[in-house]
């Protein structure tokens, strides 16, 4: 078949297109310049799954965020400037998290970006943050030893949960764990933390598995915990797998009286999915949980329910993401309006203080993490949690772990100017 | 150990099943018709809020929701059928594309109307609960043996459909030559028809029927779609007893391996032993001989 013009002229403006369409996002790399002053509304980034395998809770991270810039906005917004919500759906990908980031960073110039749940995700976006110097609120628990300028974490780290739980847990249930999780670095570090608090508090690390990210059948697991009869499954198991997972248990008679599931993920959110009978009596440790009594978590759950059902639930997770949307519209009230984002990250943002559901929180001043407290819940017949064990005070956040890196810390008031990182060696007596 | 063991392989049985009723549908069409229906795991997602409708909003349990699923589902496989797989006859690729449009068009459909969170459906009363198998580790569910049941159950069914009734040996008489089928008076279009719609009324029945054990979520249905694919390329097409074996080999090999290493080895091993058996075997296990 020989070539005719026609399809030389075709092929040349397929491929002049293709080049142009990969070329087009390259020619505006550029320094972020912030929002101009002249912007009618705050422009912020919503970064969060709401299809996919983790759709099942950072769904509700999304929905915390838009209630809670609803309510600011119904309160005027930030001197007077509404907040405007970009918002972004990556799809349980990690891919799909990276290019919106660069997106939402580049071509919306938001302010700052609410954003992410699995540390995959967080962890594939931050250099994005890193590069164009925009801030990343990041709401979830996870493994800690991290502690980048362009994030503020406002979920929990091992010291404000595992610390807790893993002695609780052995003092109250029995020393022997089976580790299990979904494979890929949090539940691999957490279990290394795990591992770490049980050998200092006299646990015992009866097995060790992962399951692929999204896997639905567990019966083998089941059978080989029945074999290795453990006194506690630690569970890291994360979206659509937890589901599963603990309706199979119970499917093949394992209840929580005879081997307890303790894990530091399922939330309320997940019970729902997967039916409260599948989740008595097994225990999840976490700062917040929707059954909490008292007067600012009354009003937010009923606020949530209002606006999206009364079947919706709340959990610890969005709970961090509504109120960190407080924080950050609290920071750019400091900055008198401006969004500059190395003004966010040295003077809006550290120190900032809110009266959050779980109580009262504060962004520590030099460390990016948040002061939070600490409960373990046990679920009940409702699929809620009745509060088992709850910590006296707020409880600082170790951004890396003593009873890991006993040496190690996070201090941005100790690092130069323009560092990426605030990861310091302390000596500790 | 040894008890261990033994309940895995009792498990093993009920993966078995549940790969063999995930792929007989897709066996039968592919089968018969050549067509590969990239929707099909999204057929099974279908069948699985069938069943989350009739509970959720008739207030009928899974024991009304299999038939349920089975008619809607052959319904939308007509559907298809006739609007798409007919006009496409004879033309792999374009099939291909356009069935995957269906995937997307029912992955978003159901996301549009339901919303993407998991949902929750319920086992019946009846089949809550396990009994105790002497020998072994674990209690078995009462509901994964009714899954085994109604994996044999459907396999008799096809079996019968296809080797007792004149219908089916007009099934099989365009399985084995299609053209000398059309020379002899059969109609191959009505045959199609019915064999697309029968195909996917199983893969209806079979989302409903993991719909208590798994999770229902709109994207659910891309892994049973890669299983089953697995399963037929391994059994052969063209005969039952070709997916009976390919749903047994992977299903019992895969429980076993996870037992004995786990369940990242246990997968890589089966694709591994797939390839293999194929090199060998280029047309599967079972297959049938054409002239």
């Known amino acids: 078949m020989e070539l005719t013009r026609r399809d030389v002229v075709k092929g040349a403006l397929a491929a002049s297109a293709g080049a142009a369409a990969f070329g087009v996002p390259h020619i505006f790399v550029r320094r972020l310049t912030q929002a101009n002053a002249q912007d009618k509304t705050i422009k912020v980034g919503i970064l969060h799954s709401l299809s996919g395998t983790i759709a099942i809770i950072e769904r509700s991270l999304h929905n915390a965020e838009l209630l809670a810039i609803d309510e600011i906005n119904a309160k005027g917004g930030v001197l007077g400037k509404k907040i405007e919500a970009i918002i972004e759906d990556p799809k349980s990908e990690v891919r799909f998290f990276k290019e919106k980031a660069e997106k939402l960073i580049l071509k919306d110039k938001v302010a700052a970006v609410l954003g992410c749940y699995t540390s995959a995700s967080r962890q594939s976006v931050l250099p994005v943050f890193e590069k164009y110097n925009s801030v990343l609120l990041y709401p979830t628990l996870y493994e800690a030893q991290e502690c980048s300028y362009n994030c503020f974490y406002t979920g929990a780290v091992p010291n404000q949960q595992l610390s807790d739980f893993v002695p609780w847990l052995i003092k109250n249930v029995g020393p022997k764990f089976y580790l299990i999780g979904s494979n890929y670095i949090y539940p691999k570090e957490t279990n290394r933390e795990v591992k770490a608090y049980l050998a200092k508090y006299g646990g015992q690390t009866v097995a060790e598995e992962y399951a692929p990210l999204g896997s639905t059948e567990f019966s083998t697991t089941i059978n080989k915990i029945k074999s290795a009869k453990p006194n506690v499954v630690f569970s890291d198991l994360v979206g659509d797998s937890i589901v599963a997972f603990y309706k199979q248990y119970r499917q093949f008679g394992i209840t929580a009286k005879d081997i307890p599931i303790g894990t530091p993920i399922t939330t309320e959110e997940e019970i729902k999915a997967m039916g409260p009978e599948n989740a008595i009596g097994h225990y999840t440790s976490f700062n917040y949980f929707q059954s909490l009594k008292n007067p600012v978590n009354e009003r937010f759950v009923k606020a949530f329910k209002g606006k999206y059902g009364q079947d919706k639930v709340t959990n610890a997770v969005m709970e961090a993401a509504y109120f960190q949307t407080y924080f950050l519209a609290q920071a750019i009230e400091k900055l008198k309006g401006n969004t500059d984002p190395d003004g966010l990250i040295q003077e809006g943002l550290p120190g900032q203080q809110f009266q959050a559901p779980q109580g009262k929180v504060k962004i520590d001043p030099v460390n990016h993490h948040t002061w939070l407290w600490a409960r373990i819940g046990r679920a009940n017949t409702d699929g809620q949690f009745d509060v088992v064990d709850e910590s006296k005070d707020w409880i600082r956040p170790d951004p890396w772990t003593r009873v890991l890196y006993p040496d190690k810390d996070c201090d941005f008031s100790k690092v130069p100017k323009g560092s990426k990182s605030g990861t310091i060696t302390v000596k500790r007596s | ?291």
């Open chain 2, 1 to 291: 150990m040894a008890e261990a063991l033994f309940a895995q392989f009792l498990t093993g049985f009920s993966i078995v099943a549940i790969l063999l009723i995930i792929s007989l549908g897709l066996a039968v069409i592919f089968g018969v018709m050549r067509v590969i229906n990239m929707a099909h795991g999204d057929f099974i997602m279908v069948g699985a809020y069938v069943a989350f409708v009739m509970q959720e909003y008739f207030k009928l349990n899974l024991f009304w929701g299999i038939p349920a699923a089975f008619f809607v589902l052959a319904a939308i496989g007509m559907t298809v059928e006739w609007g798409l797989i007919r006009q496409l006859y004879g033309r792999p690729l374009e099939t291909l594309l356009a069935t995957w449009g269906v995937s997307v068009v029912l992955q978003q459909g159901i996301r549009l109307i339901f919303g993407p969170e998991l949902r929750y459906v319920r086992a019946p009363q009846l089949l809550d609960g396990d009994f105790a198998v002497p020998g072994s580790n674990l209690p078995f569910p009462y509901f994964r043996m009714f899954i085994i049941v109604l994996a044999l159950g459907l396999l008799s069914l096809t079996y019968w459909i296809l080797y007792r009734t004149d219908l089916g040996m007009r099934v099989r008489a365009v399985n084995q030559n299609r053209p000398m089928a059309e020379v002899l008076g059969i109609d191959t279009r009505r045959v199609d028809r019915f064999v697309f719609a029968f195909g996917s009324g199983l893969a209806g029945v079979a989302g409903t029927i993991l719909a208590p054990i798994k999770t229902v979520s709109p994207g659910m249905g891309f892994p049973y779609a890669v299983d089953s694919y697995m399963v037929i390329v391994l059994g052969g097409v063209g005969r039952l007893v070709g997916t009976v074996a390919g749903a047994s080999v992977i299903g019992e090999a895969e429980t076993v391996l996870a037992f004995l290493y786990n369940n990242v080895i246990a997968k890589l091993l089966v694709f591994t032993l797939i390839v293999i058996v194929i090199r060998v075997f280029p047309q599967g296990l079972f297959t049938l001989q054409r002239r």
